[in-house]
């Protein structure tokens, strides 16, 4: 059974403190993770899609990295208004039907002026 | 309107009425999806069409019931809910082409069953 595994659940930073989010996964075989940003009361925001193990790709403050068992969302000097959950998702290679995507609890990330 | 957009926002019914959430996309994609969000737990698949086919979690009540009569719009209808259905009901859809198969959501709808 697919399975996807967030730590911390919870994350409270000074502003400016820079710290990492992870992902652990396990999957029959993956076709892509993504994380999502998430605001109380709203939709899931999307923010990456990694695919394949080595590859990053960054948006601002936030940087997602990818290997063969976990993903990392690294958040550099953030600010308040990054506070929210962070959502990992992943996606299974065998998928014929539909786009399943499997989510993890998520990390509620407050960061402090 | 733009992306995903879901109606109503918030929602209060009691256990013995008949309700409809909407859901329609504005980003010509060929996929949508059905997801309850609760407190504490991850996002829970209800329900796909993808491609006019309907795909199901055998674990959701029959008192949910999906509509998808085009590629833009998807209904939940709901019925005789219990207070543990309370919720956030939430929509995607998403392209089924390629590699890329991100899901893009809507606002959701916070539902009350009192």
């Known amino acids: 059974e697919d399975q996807v595994t967030q730590s911390p659940e919870a994350l409270r930073l000074q502003e400016g403190e820079s710290s990492s989010l992870n992902c652990s996964y396990t999957?029959?075989?993956?076709?892509?993770l993504f994380w999502y940003r998430q605001d109380p009361g709203k939709g899931p925001e999307f923010l990456f899609t990694?695919?394949?193990a080595g590859e990053e790709k960054e948006k601002e403050r936030l940087k997602a990295t990818l290997t063969k068992k976990e993903s990392f969302l690294h958040i550099t000097a953030p600010k308040p208004e990054d506070s929210a959950t962070y959502l990992c998702?992943?996606?299974?290679?065998?998928?014929?039907?539909?786009?399943?995507?499997?989510f993890g609890e998520g990390t509620q990330l407050t960061v402090n002026p | 309107e733009t992306g995903v957009t879901q109606t109503p926002r918030h929602l209060v019914m009691g256990m013995t009425n008949k309700k409809s959430l909407k859901c329609e996309q504005h980003?010509?994609?060929?996929?949508m999806y059905w997801y309850k969000q609760s407190a504490k737990k991850p996002l829970e698949l209800m329900f796909v069409?993808?491609?006019?086919?309907?795909?199901e979690n055998n674990s959701v009540p029959s008192r949910f019931s999906p509509e998808c009569p085009n590629s833009s719009h998807l209904f939940l209808h709901l019925h005789t809910l219990q207070p543990e259905d309370s919720a956030l009901y939430l929509c995607?859809?998403?392209?089924?082409?390629?590699?890329?198969?991100?899901?893009?959501f809507g606002p959701g709808t916070r539902l009350t069953v009192t």
């Open positions: 980003l010509g994609h060929n996929a």
């Open positions: 990694l695919y394949s």
């Open positions: 998702a992943v996606q299974v290679a065998e998928e014929t039907s539909g786009s399943r995507l499997t």
């Open positions: 069409y993808s491609l006019e086919e309907r795909v």
């Open positions: 995607a859809s998403s392209q089924l082409a390629g590699n890329s198969y991100e899901q893009y």
């Open positions: 999957v029959s075989g993956l076709r892509g």
